[in-house]
T-cell receptor, first 110, second 115 residues
Framework: DAKTTQPPSMDCAEGRAANLPCNHS???????VYWYRQIHSQGPQYIIHGLKNNETNEMASLIITEDRKSSTLILPHATLRDTAVYYCILRPNAGNMLTFGGGTRLMVKP | AAGVIQSPRHLIKEKRETATLKCYPI?????VYWYQQGPGQDPQFLISFYEKMQSDKGSIPDRFSAQQFSDYHSELNMSSLELGDSALYFC??????????????FGEGSRLTVL
């Protein structure tokens, strides 16, 4: 059973904010929400992660709902280079591998 | 900054041959992960090592084996190659502090083509 659900694809205009949703209604208390992306045939790239508080870094913002059953990754000003598959992944604390599946293919258009 | 180094970047083999992929993690990283990504598929976890001991095992075929050496580099050995083994193989490394799990840093991958 998939632990996260993401739309298979989304489009975004260049320069606009891209908001990528993720549902994780069965999340456990010790699971972090991780976001990775994979630009075509490159190695997956870490974006951001959080437990329950909203997080922001130089790449993106992560908004986690209070009940932690869903989250949204926000790319504030999408560029063409942000075109990629974005994966929302739940990961327990300490040392577990990432399980990739069912990401969102984001297409940023001029 | 140093990244995860994988070699070779491209490899072509015949069916039933053997291949070895190498991974050099970021300095001071203690955990290595191997992933396989077939055409049009998501990366699939194969196996991981923490401090030179196998820590997790995923969908790694019995024909494959891996190990992590004393200098923390890792090798993935694949024998009796099949056409379906043609894929991108990614290695990732992380530093597991024990308090909060570390992010995985991925290499650029090794593309294996089996003819």
């Amino acid at each position: 059973d998939a632990k996260t659900t993401q739309p298979p694809s989304m489009d975004c205009a260049e320069g606009r904010a891209a908001n990528l949703p993720c549902n994780h209604s069965t999340i456990s208390g010790n699971e972090y929400v991780y976001w990775y992306r994979q630009i075509h045939s490159q190695g997956p790239q870490y974006i951001i992660h959080g437990l329950k508080n909203n997080e922001t870094n130089e790449m993106a913002s992560l908004i986690i709902t209070e009940d932690r059953k869903s989250s949204t990754l926000i790319l504030p000003h999408a560029t063409l280079r942000d075109t990629a598959v974005y994966y929302c992944i739940l990961r327990p604390n300490a040392g577990n591998m990432l399980t990739f599946g069912g990401g969102t293919r984001l297409m940023v258009k001029p | 900054a140093a990244g995860v180094i994988q070699s070779p970047r491209h490899l072509i083999k015949e069916k039933r041959e053997t291949a070895t992929l190498k991974c050099y993690p970021i300095p001071r990283h203690d955990t290595v992960y191997w992933y396989q990504q077939g055409p049009g598929q998501d990366p699939q976890f194969l196996i991981s090592f923490y401090e030179k001991m196998q820590s997790d095992k995923g969908s790694i075929p019995d024909r494959f084996s891996a190990q992590q050496f004393s200098d923390y580099h890792s090798e993935l050995n694949m024998s009796s190659l099949e056409l379906g083994d043609s894929a991108l193989y990614f290695c990732a490394s992380s530093f597991e502090t024990g308090e909060e799990t570390g992010e995985l840093f991925f290499g650029e991958g090794s593309r294996l083509t089996v003819l």
